[in-house]
């Protein structure tokens, strides 16, 4: 190997090292992503301008992908947030799940293991990663401060159930179809191991989060609702639960019985929910039930919504780092290395899956490239295996700290890298 490409592969593993310190020490996200960028440039030989100008592309190209659901679930949110349709699930629910008399401990063990079913459940259903971080936020504030769980585990709680959700056979998300395409395998292909294997993260997951919780309360940490997420602003005014569960089931309706795409499910859902919570839109007059009152209730959540969304369209930028490295000679480099392993197929393909989307910061691209490398090197290996490891190696790298999903749930619980 040339020194010039060794120079150009250690650019690469630099770029990651320094953006996940830099992140992790508080940085922005963004200007993260340009002090990562011209190391790559400089290690890698490539031009200055044209190279931050693939990073501007890249990000506008992907704020279409992820502007809608973001939009959507972010107004959908404060519709349910505000109206108190959020705190009238998440306290009924697991008023009746959780014993009164339990101990604190077994009162947070449930409620960390209520939360994580039901999460998976939605997920698992069809409802967007993303969306389901601007759904399950409000809620989770009400419950955790019910039972005292620290608001730095708010995005592990969402963000881990997704997961699970995205590797389980069945599931109607693109971890589970793109597979189905790419190695003719059925939505349900491998599914005993899949099952098998979803039941082992969960049973992992809940362990691992009760455990944890319980020792940061035992440290002293207490549950508070910081500066950026707000405690439901209803008071005591709240809906009747069974109003506050339709607009979720109309959700997970719209998107597999009428088959519309996510973020028109949840516009959906949020007009069925302002029809049904009419009477509970906050206004700027307490008490105000005139119609003009109302409408501008309605407008100001909408423009709530649209605010919160500002700075998270700007973490997006990430998104083109993986543009940028894709342009680098050390990122063929690498890509050629990482295909080159040589195990057992099975064992070779989820190794090069996992590694690919930490590379490339783009689970979908890592599967657009491995399965069909899998499919060419290793013609007798089951479709489905293919199909049920990529979903499951699909995952892992996806929970590095710069991850989009990640930054946006942190972001809602007003948390930095290092709390979270």
Not at 136 to 160: F, Q, T
Not at 166 to 174: D, E, F, K, R, S
Not at 389 to 397: D, E, G, M
């Given at each position: 190997?040339?020194?010039?490409?060794?120079?150009?592969?250690?650019?690469?593993?630099?770029?990651?090292?320094?953006?996940?310190?830099?992140?992790?020490?508080?940085?922005?996200?963004?200007?993260?992503t340009?002090i990562?960028?011209?190391?790559?440039?400089?290690?890698?030989?490539?031009?200055?301008?044209?190279?931050?100008?693939?990073?501007?592309?890249?990000?506008?190209?992907a704020?279409?992908?992820?502007?809608?659901?973001?939009?959507?679930?972010?107004?959908?949110?404060?519709?349910?947030?505000?109206?108190?349709?959020?705190?009238?699930?998440?306290?009924t629910?697991?008023?009746?799940?959780?014993?009164?008399?339990?101990?604190?401990?077994?009162?947070?063990?449930?409620?960390?293991?209520?939360?994580?079913?039901?999460?998976?459940?939605l997920?698992?259903?069809?409802?967007?990663?993303?969306?389901?971080?601007?759904?399950?936020?409000?809620i989770?504030?009400v419950?955790?401060?019910?039972?005292?769980i620290?608001?730095?585990?708010?995005?592990?709680?969402?963000?881990?159930?997704?997961?699970?959700?995205?590797?389980?056979?069945?599931?109607?998300?693109?971890?589970?179809?793109i597979?189905?395409?790419?190695?003719?395998?059925?939505?349900?292909?491998?599914?005993?191991?899949?099952?098998?294997?979803?039941?082992?993260?969960?049973?992992?997951?809940?362990?691992?989060?009760?455990?944890?919780?319980?020792?940061?309360?035992?440290?002293?940490?207490?549950?508070?609702?910081?500066?950026?997420?707000?405690?439901?602003?209803?008071?005591?005014?709240?809906?009747?639960?069974?109003?506050?569960?339709?607009?979720?089931?109309?959700?997970?309706?719209?998107?597999?019985?009428?088959?519309?795409d996510?973020?028109?499910?949840?516009?959906?859902?949020?007009?069925?929910?302002?029809?049904?919570?009419?009477?509970?839109?906050?206004?700027?007059?307490?008490g105000?039930?005139?119609?003009?009152?109302?409408?501008?209730?309605?407008?100001?959540?909408?423009?709530?919504?649209?605010?919160?969304?500002?700075?998270?369209?700007?973490?997006?930028?990430?998104?083109?780092?993986?543009?940028v490295?894709?342009?680098?000679?050390?990122?063929?480099?690498?890509?050629?290395?990482?295909?080159?392993?040589?195990?057992?197929?099975?064992?070779?393909?989820?190794?090069?899956?996992?590694?690919?989307?930490?590379?490339?910061?783009?689970?979908?691209?890592?599967?657009?490239?491995?399965?069909?490398?899998?499919?060419t090197?290793?013609?007798?290996?089951?479709?489905?295996?293919?199909?049920?490891i990529?979903?499951?190696?699909?995952?892992?790298?996806?929970?590095?700290?710069?991850?989009?999903?990640?930054?946006?749930?942190?972001?809602m619980?007003?948390?930095?890298?290092?709390?979270?």
């Amino acid at each position: 190997m040339a020194f010039t490409d060794i120079i150009a592969v250690i650019g690469i593993v630099l770029s990651f090292v320094v953006m996940f310190i830099l992140v992790y020490k508080g940085m922005h996200v963004v200007w993260a992503t340009f002090i990562a960028s011209i190391i790559l440039i400089i290690t890698n030989g490539l031009a200055f301008f044209d190279t931050l100008g693939l990073l501007f592309t890249a990000w506008g190209e992907a704020i279409p992908t992820f502007a809608p659901v973001v939009l959507f679930g972010a107004v959908f949110s404060k519709v349910m947030d505000h109206t108190g349709a959020a705190k009238s699930f998440a306290t009924t629910l697991y008023h009746r799940v959780i014993p009164k008399n339990a101990s604190d401990q077994k009162r947070r063990m449930i409620a960390v293991v209520v939360t994580i079913v039901l999460e998976v459940v939605l997920v698992y259903a069809g409802i967007d990663q993303f969306a389901i971080v601007f759904i399950m936020m409000p809620i989770l504030g009400v419950v955790c401060e019910e039972v005292d769980i620290p608001r730095k585990y708010l995005p592990a709680m969402i963000l881990s159930a997704a997961g699970i959700a995205c590797a389980t056979p069945g599931c109607a998300n693109v971890s589970n179809t793109i597979p189905m395409m790419l190695a003719q395998s059925t939505s349900l292909g491998g599914a005993v191991p899949g099952f098998v294997g979803a039941a082992v993260i969960l049973v992992g997951v809940c362990w691992y989060l009760v455990r944890a919780v319980n020792k940061s309360v035992d440290q002293g940490e207490h549950f508070d609702w910081g500066e950026t997420l707000q405690p439901p602003a209803n008071g005591d005014r709240n809906p009747p639960f069974i109003l506050s569960v339709i607009p979720f089931l109309v959700v997970i309706v719209g998107f597999n019985v009428l088959k519309l795409d996510c973020q028109w499910a949840i516009a959906l859902a949020t007009i069925v929910a302002v029809i049904l919570m009419y009477r509970y839109i906050p206004t700027r007059e307490n008490g105000a039930e005139g119609f003009g009152a109302k409408m501008t209730g309605v407008y100001e959540l909408m423009l709530n919504g649209l605010m919160s969304i500002a700075p998270i369209m700007l973490i997006f930028l990430s998104t083109g780092f993986a543009s940028v490295i894709s342009s680098c000679k050390g990122y063929d480099i690498l890509v050629n290395a990482v295909l080159s392993i040589s195990l057992p197929p099975a064992v070779t393909f989820g190794v090069v899956m996992l590694l690919l989307v930490g590379i490339m910061i783009n689970p979908v691209g890592a599967m657009m490239v491995a399965i069909p490398f899998a499919m060419t090197a290793f013609p007798d290996m089951n479709p489905a295996a293919i199909h049920r490891i990529s979903s499951f190696a699909y995952i892992v790298l996806d929970s590095l700290p710069f991850a989009a999903g990640i930054i946006v749930a942190q972001n809602m619980a007003g948390l930095t890298q290092k709390e979270a």
